[in-house]
């Protein structure tokens, strides 16, 4: 205490500075007109609007109150708008820190550069078919190993892990460390996805972030890293903690999940569910088994019965035959006796019957000379006619003297 007497300052409070400070701020910045882009604009359920107003160079918080009650519903602002608000700069003493109180919103509308640049390179890559559905591949169902591009020092990590490890203990998980905000965050993305392309052995890769401002997320929203996922051979999930929202890394990706929580629990199968579904599937196979066997059995059985029934059929059969042999053995010899003493009565009859064998025993054949029709009564022809009579051997020509 003795050296701080001696000194020739007033020593003050931190709550007397700040309060000096508010007087200060509050005095100058009373009624003024500020100009930004929109970012982080948060409303709670108290109707209350938490954002920050930011241009190239700086940024501050902003806050209206009972902004849903004072503003047309629907006309809440959004990440990336160009606003002016009017209202006074105050100091929140709490905190130490200054802010923007709304007290209206004077004009609306314009895009900031931030979210324009986000929309145009959206459009780029859009067209370019790195949006495609039909490239994206689905997620394995059992990967042996998960690639996790992100902080190691965000809260983000911690929730994976603890999601992944509570699901599947002994999964594997290789953590390539970025950092996930600012200038040098898009390069290291990228190359921890070319990083787990190259080494191979990990089947699915999770790139993502807790959630943030649109400035904070503009990493994820780089065309480097946009190209990297689409080159990727290994499925890449977008896990950015965003879940309105989306961002160039959602759209390319071939998997969006809301937050890095939900992204570890899509990518990991829970491995008790695993093995009650493995039990559960051997104790139905072992069923299915156990009631083939069964049945086997009962065909097996039924069978030999049928097979029994079958021999006696069989040999009922057999004697059948044996009698059928016999019949035909001693009853086909009198069978051809008898056709054949049959054959050789027709045969006889037959040359009985051939007009050659009449015509030796002296008969003869008459037939008219020009037409060759036989004569069978003298009234059948006419005086002067010629005939041809046919004899045993040759023929003779003859003209009808008179009838």
Same mark, same amino acid.
């Given at each position: 205490m003795d050296a701080i007497s001696e000194w020739r300052f007033e020593v003050l409070t931190v709550s007397e500075v700040t309060s000096s400070i508010k007087q200060l701020i509050g005095g100058r910045f009373r009624n003024v007109c500020v100009e930004g882009e929109v970012s982080n604009a948060k409303l709670y359920?108290?109707?209350?609007?938490?954002?920050?107003?930011?241009?190239?160079?700086?940024?501050?918080?902003?806050?209206?109150?009972?902004?849903?009650?004072?503003?047309?519903?629907?006309?809440?602002?959004?990440?990336?708008?160009?606003?002016?608000?009017?209202?006074?700069?105050?100091?929140?003493?709490?905190?130490?820190?200054?802010?923007?109180?709304?007290?209206?919103i004077i004009a609306?509308?314009?895009?900031?550069?931030?979210?324009?640049?986000?929309?145009?390179?959206?459009?780029?890559?859009?067209?370019?078919?790195?949006?495609?559905?039909?490239?994206?591949?689905?997620?394995?169902?059992?990967?042996?190993?998960?690639?996790?591009?992100?902080?190691?020092?965000?809260?983000?990590?911690?929730?994976?892990?603890?999601?992944?490890?509570?699901?599947?203990?002994?999964?594997?998980v290789l953590v390539y460390p970025v950092k996930v905000q600012g200038d040098e965050a898009a390069p290291e993305i990228v190359e921890g996805i070319e990083y787990f392309n190259a080494i191979g052995g990990v089947d699915v890769i999770i790139a993502g972030r807790g959630g943030g401002s649109l400035e904070d997320l503009a990493p994820f929203n780089d065309e480097s890293v946009a190209r990297a996922i689409?080159?990727?051979?290994?499925?890449?999930?977008?896990?950015?903690?965003?879940?309105?929202?989306?961002?160039?890394?959602?759209?390319?990706?071939d998997v969006r999940a809301p937050t890095p929580t939900a992204a570890a629990d899509m990518v990991v199968q829970d491995k008790r569910e695993l093995l009650n579904l493995i039990e559960g599937m051997k104790d139905a196979l072992l069923q299915r088994i156990g009631e083939r066997i069964?049945?086997?059995?009962?065909?097996?059985?039924?069978?030999?019965?049928?097979?029994?029934?079958?021999?006696?059929f069989f040999i009922s059969s057999r004697m059948y035959l044996d009698e059928l042999s016999g019949s035909l053995?001693? %009853?086909?010899?009198? *069978?051809?006796? =008898?056709?054949?003493? &049959?054959? !050789?009565? @027709?045969?006889? $009859? #037959?040359?009985?019957?051939?007009?050659?064998?009449?015509?030796?025993?002296?008969?003869?054949?008459?037939?008219?000379?020009?037409? %060759?029709?036989?004569? *069978?009564?003298? =009234?059948?022809?006419? &005086?002067? !006619?010629? @005939?041809?009579? $046919? #004899?045993?051997?040759?023929?003779?020509g003859v003209t009808v003297a008179e009838k």
């Open positions: 359920p108290s109707g209350h609007l938490y954002f920050t107003l930011k241009d190239d160079a700086a940024m501050m918080k902003a806050v209206a109150f009972n902004y849903q009650a004072r503003f047309a519903e629907g006309a809440l602002i959004r990440d990336g708008d160009l606003i002016v608000c009017e209202g006074r700069v105050d100091v929140y003493e709490k905190r130490g820190e200054y802010q923007l109180i709304v007290n209206n609306q509308g314009n895009q900031g550069a931030l979210y324009a640049k986000f929309l145009a390179l959206k459009e780029k890559l859009f067209r370019e078919g790195l949006f495609d559905e039909g490239r994206k591949r689905p997620l394995p169902l059992l990967p042996v190993a998960v690639g996790i591009v992100t902080s190691p020092a965000g809260a983000a990590i911690r929730d994976m892990l603890k999601v992944i490890y509570g699901k599947f203990p002994n999964i594997a689409y080159a990727s051979k290994v499925p890449i999930v977008s896990a950015v903690g965003h879940e309105i929202d989306f961002t160039i890394a959602d759209f390319v990706a069964e049945r086997s059995r009962f065909l097996l059985y039924q069978g030999m019965a049928e097979l029994k029934e079958r021999k006696d053995i001693h %009853g086909f010899p009198k *069978y051809f006796r =008898d056709k054949q003493v &049959a054959v !050789e009565s @027709l045969s006889q $009859r #037959l040359r009985d019957l051939n007009p050659e064998n009449i015509l030796r025993r002296g008969y003869s054949i008459t037939m008219k000379s020009d037409t %060759g029709s036989i004569v *069978y009564g003298p =009234d059948e022809v006419t &005086a002067g !006619e010629g @005939l041809t009579v $046919r #004899l045993h051997k040759g023929e003779l």
